[in-house]
């Protein structure tokens, strides 16, 4: 299944980097993985051109993996936030209210963000729901369970204004 996350990588021009926890939002666990997108990229982007953007998996120590099924989850829902991006998706404003979820500003994002945010998150559960499909992934219970964990997630922060 990894290798197709891989030949995925590479064909979106997106590569995956592991990184070690070192902000509060990350040692507190918020985030599993982030998409960066490159917003000097071109769309379709051509052979040797920039990547369209990252995608950073946290963990405790980045050479360590911690638990196959997961990064497995969160890498393909990392991809769908880059599909969203290349197809121009996100919708106005949605870059701001991303920032201040990223720095952990859940109190800061006003309702319209806060619908922004749900929206892109849902969108990036479908695709990644996609190309795990197409990569022949077949533990739909671990999706459906990881999904729901990730948008009840994110509506209490919304609820408590905290990460």
């Known amino acids: 299944?990894?290798?197709?996350?891989?030949?995925l990588s590479r064909g979106m021009g997106v590569p995956v980097q592991f990184r070690a926890?070192?902000?509060?939002?990350e040692i507190l666990g918020v985030f599993g993985g982030l998409f960066e997108p490159n917003l000097n990229a071109r769309h379709p982007r051509a052979v040797g051109e920039p990547p369209i953007g990252w995608i950073s998996v946290y963990r405790q120590h980045c050479a360590i993996p911690e638990?196959?099924?997961?990064?497995?989850?969160?890498?393909?829902?990392?991809f769908g936030h880059a599909e969203s991006f290349k197809r121009g998706l996100r919708g106005d404003g949605y870059l701001e209210a991303a920032n201040k979820v990223t720095q952990g500003n859940f109190a800061a994002l006003s309702e319209r963000e806060?619908?922004?945010?749900?929206?892109?998150?849902?969108?990036?559960?479908?695709?990644?729901?996609?190309?795990?499909?197409?990569?022949?992934?077949?533990?739909?219970?671990?999706?459906?369970?990881?999904r729901a964990r990730a948008l009840r997630d994110y509506l209490r922060r919304f609820e408590a204004g905290v990460p």
């Open 1 to 7: 299944m990894f290798e197709e996350i891989a030949a």
């Open 67 to 78: 638990g196959a099924m997961e990064e497995l989850l969160t890498i393909a829902h990392e």
């Open 114 to 146: 806060r619908c922004l945010v749900l929206s892109e998150e849902r969108r990036a559960w479908r695709f990644g729901r996609e190309n795990l499909a197409h990569a022949g992934f077949d533990d739909w219970s671990a999706y459906w369970q990881r």
């Open 21 to 25: 926890r070192v902000t509060e939002a």
